[in-house]
């Protein structure tokens, strides 16, 4: 493997985003496509420290130290990727449901969702129903994933769901649930399609609900 992409997978591992930034400038320098920069050093990178994460060798400051690495890297990366139209695997929306205004654990997902190489719409927290379909149906969404971290909130997912079958959407998009209180029961009961007890895992079930590497 050439030794610049080594090196910067390395950086985005440890979190050393200056190092991050200057090696991507250095990999570009070297005529190395900016996709290959992506598939073969952010994403592996990423991908190491998603197993740490689940391991328990990684806590969550490592991971957005990680992510900040990562974002440095992308954020060079991204005009030139934007023209090109690189294949992404796949688009989701995200958000914390309503009436919850907890954020970590959806942001998490949401930096390791695209350090695995999704299009992530982030609608932030407090989320209500309708605002998830419009952007479902603008960015023509492929996953829709939900958070909550209260109890309380949790039933605005079905909410969610039942809206998306009003709106004739349900079979176009799959449906990710989790958050520290919610199950696979729970998704199994209100009819999500996935759920991730972490943002590793998050990125494993997107990629199996959408049958992509």
């Known amino acids: 493997m050439n030794e610049t992409l080594n090196a910067l997978k390395e950086a985005v591992i440890v979190g050393n985003a200056p190092k991050a930034k200057e090696l991507t400038e250095k990999a570009l320098a070297e005529n190395i496509p900016a996709k290959q920069i992506l598939d073969e050093a952010l994403i ?31 954020d060079i990366l991204r005009p030139i990727l934007s023209k090109s139209e690189v294949e992404t695997k796949g688009t989701v929306v995200i958000g914390t449901v309503k009436g919850d205004l907890h954020d970590i654990g959806k942001n998490l997902v949401r930096m390791m969702l695209e350090g695995g190489g999704f299009k992530v719409v982030d609608l932030g927290v407090d ?42 959407l349900r079979d176009k998009v799959k449906v990710m649930v989790g958050g520290a209180p919610v199950t696979q029961q729970w998704a199994d009961e209100i009819g999500a399609d996935g759920y991730a007890p972490d943002a590793a895992s998050a990125v494993d079930k997107a990629k199996e609900l959408l049958g992509v590497n």
């Open 127 to 168: 989320v209500a129903p309708e605002k998830f379909i419009e952007a479902i149906k603008e960015h023509n969404a492929n996953i829709l994933a939900m958070s909550a971290l209260l109890t309380t909130t949790m039933p605005s997912m079905k909410v969610t769901i039942d809206a998306l079958k009003s709106a004739g």
């Open 44 to 74: 592996p990178g990423m991908t190491v420290v998603g197993e740490k994460f689940k391991n328990n060798e990684y806590y969550v400051p490592e991971v957005l130290i990680a992510a900040r690495a990562m974002y440095a890297a992308l």
